[in-house]
């Protein structure tokens, strides 16, 4: 059955400093991936999706992921953080072939310090 | 803009009434969910339903029911309230590209 872990709970990162989210999937096929935010009080943002071709995808608010099949991984990074990045982040894996339905991991709440 | 909207923001319900959550989508998406996010356990998918009065179970379809009458509209039931399912329940439908638009969200108390 299709899952998402993701490994990290909770992050505090420096105001500035780089941010790396991981997220495993497991899936039989290849996947439709997708990274989503939640501010505090908000509705869930879809940051970036990857759905096929290159492995790096760029998304909104200076996000990135990488999809690598050897490591069944889709990890989030930006290269500096601000402090409005702080939120909850959501990975996800299409449930089914055509990739509506999606199966969430728990969840990675961000935190920034300054 | 896409609209997704949830009849509730906040809603509290006894144990054993009949619960339902309304969920409108303004854009003529055929894909539409229901999910319920709990503190540490993320989203779980309960029903979602592709198109007019057909319905698909999520990973968590147990207690609950769905109706799509209308392809602007999904419901979701809860036949007789427990106090397990008090949670934020959220809404949301795709579109082609499959980007999910998500409502404010339902937040149930059961007591």
């Known amino acids: 059955a299709q899952s998402v872990t993701q490994p990290d709970i909770h992050i505090t990162v420096s105001e500035g400093a780089s941010l790396e989210l991981r997220c495993n999937y497991s899936y039989g096929a290849t996947p439709y991936l997708f990274w989503y935010v939640q501010s505090p009080g908000q509705g869930l943002q879809l940051l970036l999706k990857y759905f096929s071709g290159d492995t790096l995808v760029q998304g909104i608010k200076g996000f990135e992921a990488e999809f690598k099949r050897s490591q069944s991984s889709f990890n989030l990074r930006k290269p500096s953080v601000h402090w409005s990045d702080a939120a909850e982040y959501f990975c996800a894996v299409g449930l089914n072939q055509a990739g509506t339905a999606l199966i969430f991991g728990k969840g990675t709440t961000l935190s920034v310090s300054s | 803009d896409v609209k997704v909207t949830q009849s509730s923001r906040y809603l509290v319900k006894r144990t054993g009434e009949k619960v339902f959550l309304e969920c409108v989508q303004d854009?003529?998406?055929?894909?539409m969910f229901w999910y319920r996010q709990d503190p540490g356990l993320g989203l779980r998918l309960i029903y979602f339903s592709y198109d007019v009065k057909m319905k698909e179970k999520g990973d968590i379809p147990e207690g609950y029911s769905v109706s799509r009458e209308k392809k602007e509209r999904f419901s979701l039931i809860l036949e007789s309230a427990s106090t397990n399912q008090t949670s934020m329940y959220l809404c949301?439908?795709?579109?082609?590209?499959?980007?999910?638009?998500f409502g404010p969200g339902t937040r149930l108390t059961v007591t």
């Open positions: 949301a439908s795709s579109d082609r590209g499959r980007k999910q638009y």
């Open positions: 854009m003529d998406h055929e894909n």
